[in-house]
């Protein structure tokens, strides 16, 4: 089983009992929170409390559809009976007719009349109707442990590309580190020569050099911003191993595109803006994949 779960899938499950044959389906796309929504035959009233409850037993998040196909087995044309006060009645009539030079009835127009067959009225056996809405509930707890393995299928395929992703940021993460360490040389060098070129005889130049570098430094410092996003490298890989994942997922997503949007705003090389850039870039495509995680 994976570490991980999807959101999307499907799940059956068919059943018979007594008189009574039925299929059930269950269906699951991404969703915020877990919303479960029951159709079903009428007259089961206890099958949607029994639905919503084994699903929320199974599934933490996504929008999962569940429906019954039931049916009934029809009786038959051996159990209907014939009002034999009514088709007596019939006949006397059309004998009737017949003296009077109509057509005499046929069995089957006599039969087609209306009264003349009956079918027999069905009891309900709240035992029986109990018993077949029990197997139902098995079959909803089938059609949702399929549904749970199809999920957990999708998960096993979304793992490794969620962990290229994660393993993707903390190169990018490492490669700011290196040039990050570079930048205050780089604001030095530039700031210097600019006030060079301004002000080349100013007095206290080199003083004044020193200390306004090293204030910009202090600015364009991203260590913490770079602790954080190997802090969140390390929470995210934590918890592939902890499903269900999705949510915090979700929110850590927020705070990986906070600190990477940071970092971007100090940089203060092209080479540390272009790793920003792209940084943003892969957490942006894991942020899609996260969204199919339960």
Known sequence: MSAISGMTGFGRADGAHGDWTWSVEARSVNGRNLEVRFRGPPGFDGLERHAK????????????????????ADPGAAALKVNQDILARYLNLANQLAEEGATPPSAHGLLSLRGVLEAPEEVDDPEARAAVETAMAASIDRALDALK??????????????????????????????????????????????????????????????????SLATKADVREELDRLTAHVASARTLLQQPPAGRKLDFLMQEFMREANTLCSKSATTALTGIGLELKAVIEQLREQVQNVE
């Open 53 to 72: 409850a084994a699903a929320q037993a199974r599934l933490s998040r996504g929008q999962v559809t569940l429906g019954i196909q039931g049916k009934r």
């Open 149 to 214: 393995v199809s999920r957990d299928r999708e998960g096993s395929q979304l793992l490794p590309v969620v962990t290229d992703f994660i393993d993707r940021i903390a190169a990018l993460t490492a490669a700011a580190e290196t040039e990050a360490a570079a930048q205050a040389a780089a604001i030095r060098e530039r700031f210097a020569r600019r006030m060079t070129e301004l002000a080349p005889d100013a007095p206290g130049l080199e003083e004044r050099i020193f200390l306004e570098a090293a």
